[in-house]
């Protein structure tokens, strides 16, 4: 059996001294027993490894307790062999089972192979590690890559393989770039999950296994371990020599301390004053004035009580404990991202309701002036214009007068009594410019444009009044209609089995159904003009406030510390990877070039063993898939059908709601904790971000 060996190699090891890069440490990854991911974290020479064997085994077994969960169950970390710089020049494929033996003798003199002396180096650490039947040893060869200068790049001299010391496989050297956090990272890209997926109901044999099968599985666990070559470098660094990290220079860990003491005070200030008005709101909470209030303001409501939580969450989010996701770079990125998209978002808010707030403080009398002649306008030349024209003959149309009448003075009797209510209104209204900017600045933009909706639903009650009384009235006379017409084709509806049944009816009911088919039917168009005059005024207000939800729930939903990242730094958003070759022994390919491959090591058919040398490199997301799922997430809670249901409504009858029942950031329980406390807690999660600074 043809065996593959891949070898996943630090691109800094590439222009190190091969006499300070002697053992080699990372994982071992088999898929299968022909095959095997040698993936090397970082090297270091004899005389850095701690002495004696049980303090090289605890810091082996340290830092595997630190790293992630999902990486342990498939591979551990741990000593992986030794590379040495080659004394005789061979070809690239691996050397002879002769030459093996003879460079073992000359190296190590009586014993038969080095690694043996690894063993005794490592102990029991390597019996209890998954990768306990392997073990390598490379030497290093001095030749050029595509940048035409010489590099140190490995070879594969033997394995012990399972028992066996296999010298002649095919190998695959890949030289990656080790991922650092806040600079780059690599991943396989983005998958669609099973469960997702549309299938038809009647699915074939072969569908209930497409899921089962994980071809990807190895190559998802290199991954995660190139991922986290450089904690586990750091980790092992650390616990080599624990006073390297312990200490921070003075003036960050100064900065810290002023920082954290600033805004914990500062937080703890906001959190008294949220709690004393909680409290006051509370006591208040059975009164009827209270449920009243709360009603008519429940769009203000909701995101006060939003903008409350993640004033007083804040430093439970920012601060994170958890070691794991620090074990792995790509972890490390998504965990951060997650902390600061909350603070982020809330900065952007705060910000654009600065800007917002101080130009309505700055032109509040002419925004008041322009708020006072629109209402005016649109009460004097739409409304009641509208309703004379209405009574008249609209358009030509020849109406009914008399229903025309009654409905056009029941429209203007309510359009005045509101316009009474606005006179006394309007001069205070510049208060409550002043009030909603105020609002802004210290609350954020969404907080008052969520108010703003509340307003404007209050400001058009009489429109929306009138387009109720007159749609009832429409789809009452609709449903008379469709009734008396089923009387006159001999059917029936059927409520119970929602169908239409025949049915014999009398010669009265016909006569009856006659005489009120003829009136109803000629009153409708009377009915009809009035009801799309209002459904038009009241469609008007409810896109506005559905523009102004989804403005909101954008502001809300926007990642913009992805975004900022990713027009800083896009190789921190990978998605896939692919390989730059760059050499490959017997000649098979004689000139660089770029492939996209899906991970797989090459076969190569022969007797001699061949090596193919290759640079793993990774595509990244573009803006558009950054920021797709957030806004996706935001319309989860819209049905599909929102628009044609919208649309049949409107046609029979019935109102369109001025939510769009889009998704807003998810509200938590109030927090009640002591002020002190609630200091502390700052503190320590501003102290948590410098930590590792």
Partial sequence: MRRNCRIWWPKQLLSKDPSLCNLLFGWFVSCSEASLDIVVAFASNHASVPDPQSVLEAIL???????????????????????????????????????????????????????????????????????????????????????????????????????????????????????VYGLHHFSLGIRGSPELLKTPLKKPKWFDGIHEKQPLTALDTVILAVNSASAAKIFFDRLEDSKRYCGKTFLVWSLGQILAFFIASLSTMFYIILQFFHSILSYGSQMWMYTAAEKAFSNAWVHMRIRCCQILYWPVVLWDNDLRSQSSVEYAEKAALNRHSMWSSLAVDIFLGHVIGLVFLFYAESINLWIL?????????????????????????????????????????????????????????????????????????????????????????????????????????????????????????????????????????????????????????????????????????????????????????????????WLVKRR???????????????????????????????????????TLITILHGNFLSIGQIVLPHYRKVFSAVPGSYFPTAAFGVLTGKRIASSLGVTFPPTMPWMSIPCKEYWFLCHNSILACFADI
């Fill in 61 to 179: 077994h340290n830092v595997n307790g630190i790293l992630h969960e999902s990486l342990q169950e498939k591979s551990m970390f741990s000593l992986l062999g030794q590379c040495m710089e080659q004394r005789k020049s061979s070809g690239l494929g691996g050397v002879s089972a002769m030459n093996s033996q003879d460079i073992c003798r000359q190296d190590y003199g009586e014993q038969r192979c080095g690694c043996q002396k690894l063993n005794l180096l490592v102990g029991g650490c390597k019996k209890a590690s998954i990768g306990s039947s392997y073990c390598c040893q490379l030497l290093y060869d001095y030749q050029a890559l595509s940048d035409k200068k010489n590099h140190w790049i490995p070879k594969l001299h033997h394995i012990h393989w399972n028992g066996q010391i296999v010298s002649q496989c095919d190998v695959h050297v890949i030289i990656y770039e080790t991922p």
């Fill in 373 to 565: 002649n629109f209402a005016s306008d649109l009460t004097n030349e739409l409304l009641r214009s509208g309703c004379v024209w209405l009574m008249g003959v609209p358009a030509g149309f020849k109406l009914n007068t008399e229903l025309a009448g009654v409905l056009g003075m029941a429209s203007l009797n309510a359009i005045q009594i509101w316009s009474t209510l606005w006179a006394y209104v309007g001069p205070l209204f510049i208060y409550f410019i002043k009030g909603l900017a105020i609002w802004a600045i210290l609350f954020g933009v969404t907080v008052p444009a969520s108010l703003l909706i509340d307003t404007i639903l209050i400001a058009t009650f009489h429109v929306s009044t009138l387009h109720w009384l007159i749609s009832i009235l429409y789809s009452q006379q609709l449903h008379a209609l469709a009734a008396l017409w089923r009387l006159f084709r001999g059917r029936k509806w059927n409520p119970l089995r929602q169908r239409l049944d025949s049915y014999d009816y009398t010669v009265k009911q016909h006569v009856v159904g006659s005489l009120l088919f003829a009136p109803l039917l000629l009153l409708l168009p009377t009915t009809s003009v009035f009801y799309i005059f209002f459904t038009i005024m009241n469609t008007t207000v409810s896109l506005t406030c559905i523009l102004i939800e989804l403005i909101i729930s954008l502001i809300h939903a926007t990642p913009y510390m992805k975004i900022i990242l």
């Fill in 572 to 610: 921190r958003f990978p998605s896939g990877i692919w390989f730059e070759i760059i050499t490959c022994s017997n000649n098979w390919i004689h000139a660089p070039r770029c492939s996209s491959v899906d991970g797989s090591s090459s076969h190569f058919e022969g007797n001699m063993s061949a």
